[in-house]
């Protein structure tokens, strides 16, 4: 009897235990509107009767405005749809979306340079017309379509836009937010993507069904997001309005644009309703948070930027780096293998000048190589090093991403060349050896690098890129080549200290 009661008190205690690890883990809903539909008027007033819905439920949601639609609410003189959607967080959605060339298709055979000043050249505009448009700076971006390309993320950033938002295949982590070229992202969120249709019918109760999924799934991992988008024509039109004008690569002249069919006015109404509806049942689940990009950049702050790293990380890290090279994540931070890359060098460059480890390191971001590695034609390759000679092929890696900002393609010592990840590999042995020592060696051996990253970045095929507005069988392998490479600074996002036991 004795026994058995104390086994009930147990798992009485992990029950409690187990609920309260429930109740505090708070599901974040990131809900999004891809606002670009520059043809058919009644889109207009489709967003400004969202917006203003959803300001009187008291949620905010992140409306990326496309930099044509923008100047077509500027001409129309809609100051109420702007002033209705400045109550939400800003986006940007590309300056004319679906007009060929797409951006995907402009940069299929860009490489990382020249793809990020055609990137910023055609699209920087746009951003610049719905910064003056609605007052503020874009706060995430999104591509139209599956045109995603690595090339934008250094481009937004120069534009002023902080995260990226959207949902595609080409890139991610496990259905949850990540670190990608610097930038926080909401993207490749498959089963925590959820989505009510706008159908009538039976698409209310599916659509809180399938949200009720990813949010129990969530609450039971210890909180985390989901991801919700429309197209606020979706709610007014009967087909798409680039589908009707640019499919399959066609770029009819302006005069010649079609507007799409519309809706019965009967679907629209019930469209509103039932969304009503819909959003009215996730903000009464316990713990759920409606946030917008701007909210999702504080909640996912990467720790990695503002810590200071110590001997026994950098230690982990070249312990680590020796094995595989790829993303580590820790007690509320995470790292790329950029930033191991990136810390590693400066910490040995510091201790080829100082004889002594640095007591702690500050983390300089690094985008990956832009071009993938081929080894150097003639001669052989050394098993091992002088120490002098590795010192100053650090150095020069150290000079060389102070400069660029980027991981170079190939490291040379002398008249050979090492790839990135055999160069960190080595690196991380020569950093062990010498944080356990306490002094250089004599020789640095040569080490082969497994760098496994990029097996979070798709494959290129055609069904990759499936978006009826690219040209029939368009895929983009350089384009994929590429976000391979910048897989060295893919790491997931982590919920911040504050915002992981913020919940009600
Ligand atoms: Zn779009």
């Avoid at 505009?125 to 934008?152: C, E, K, L, N």
């Avoid at 698409?203 to 949200?211: M, V, Y």
């Avoid at 504080?298 to 094995?323: E, G, M």
Wanted: aromatic share 12%; glycine share 6%; with cysteine.
């Amino acid at each position: 009897m004795t026994r058995c009661l104390a086994s009930f008190a147990i798992a009485l205690a992990i029950a409690t235990h187990l609920l309260a690890q429930t109740a505090a883990a708070p599901v974040y809903v990131t809900l999004w509107f891809d606002t670009e539909d520059y043809i058919l008027p009644q889109d207009d007033d489709a967003a400004k009767r969202l917006a203003e819905m959803l300001t009187r439920l008291g949620v905010r949601a992140t409306f990326k405005v496309v930099g044509e639609k923008a100047r077509v609410l500027e001409a129309r003189r809609r100051t109420d749809v702007i002033a209705a959607l400045k109550h939400h967080d800003i986006g940007y959605h590309s300056n004319t979306h679906s007009q060929q060339p797409t951006i995907a298709v402009y940069l299929q055979n860009a490489g990382w340079e020249d793809g990020r000043a055609e990137f910023y050249r055609r699209e920087a505009q746009g951003a610049r017309d719905v910064q003056r448009i609605f007052g503020v700076t874009p706060a995430a971006y999104g591509q139209p379509g599956s045109a995603w390309a690595p090339q934008t993320y250094p481009a937004l950033h120069d534009m002023g836009i902080g995260m990226y938002l959207d949902e595609a295949d080409h890139v991610g982590i496990d259905d949850q937010p990540f670190y990608y070229d610097g930038m926080l992202n909401v993207f490749k969120m498959r089963s925590n993507l959820a989505r009510m249709e706008l159908t009538g019918g039976a698409s209310l109760d599916e659509g809180k069904a399938r949200f009720t999924k990813s949010y129990k799934a969530l609450r039971a991992n210890g909180g985390g997001t989901i991801s919700i988008y429309y197209h606020p024509n979706e709610w007014v039109h009967a087909e798409f309005w680039d589908a009707v004008n640019f499919s399959r690569g066609a770029n009819p002249p302006r005069d010649e644009w079609k507007r799409p069919r519309t809706r019965p006015s009967a679907e629209t109404e019930q469209a509103f309703q039932d969304f009503e509806q819909y959003v009215r049942f996730m903000k009464d689940q316990p713990g759920v948070r409606f946030v917008t990009a701007t909210d999702l950049m504080r909640i996912y702050a990467d720790a990695a930027t503002t810590r200071s790293f110590r001997r026994d990380d950098l230690l982990s890290f070249a312990r680590s780096a020796q094995q595989e090279i790829s993303f580590q994540r820790f007690d509320g931070y995470a790292v790329s293998a950029a930033d191991v890359f990136s810390l590693l060098t400066a910490a040995i460059t510091t201790f080829g000048d100082r004889h002594v480890w640095p007591a702690e390191l500050k983390l300089r971001p690094l985008y990956g190589p832009s071009h993938a590695f081929t080894s150097a034609t003639g001669g052989t390759s050394s098993s091992s090093y002088r120490w002098s000679a590795f010192l100053e092929a650090v150095r020069d890696v150290d000079a060389f991403c102070r400069s660029a900002g980027r991981i170079p393609d190939q490291v040379w010592l002398g008249s050979e060349s090492l790839s990135p990840a055999d160069y960190l590999a080595t690196l991380a042995a020569a950093a062990q050896d010498i944080i356990v020592t306490g002094k250089a060696p004599s020789d640095v051996a040569r080490k082969s690098g497994r760098f496994t990253a990029d097996r979070y970045v798709a494959d290129d095929s055609p069904a990759l890129w499936n978006w009826v507005i690219f040209p029939e069988g368009f895929h983009a392998p350089r384009i994929m080549e590429l976000a391979r490479l910048q897989a060295w600074t893919l790491k997931p996002a982590l919920l911040s200290a504050s915002s992981s036991r913020a919940a009600r």
